[in-house]
């Protein structure tokens, strides 16, 4: 998960450069929030509760899983920008048995 986040943030510091943008603080939250919100048009689109636009099931699907992808690299983000190590509250908050 360490070699995950840190490939996340090489590759958010790459986008946050090129596009001018400043990662502070409330830049983390509120990117989570808005790929959460990405992936919720998706999935209002996938269960026929949303404009699809003229995207086929298969297409639909792929844009779900590029919009999990987002999310779980927010996450990670968040999570390093606010000093969360994830693994052991991961363990604690899922109550994983040791050496699961």
Sequence with gaps: MIELAGQFEEASKRYAAANGITRNDDWFILKLQEELGELTQIWMKLTDRGRKR???????????????????????????????????????????????
């Excluded at 779980?72 to 699961?100: C, M, Q, T, Y």
């Design 54 to 100: 003229g995207l086929n099931e298969s297409e639909l699907r792929e844009a779900l899983a590029d919009e999990t992808a987002d999310l779980l690299g927010h996450i990670l983000l968040f999570a390093g920008r606010n000093g969360v190590d994830l693994a052991p509250a991961i363990a604690r908050k899922w109550r994983f048995e040791p050496g699961s």
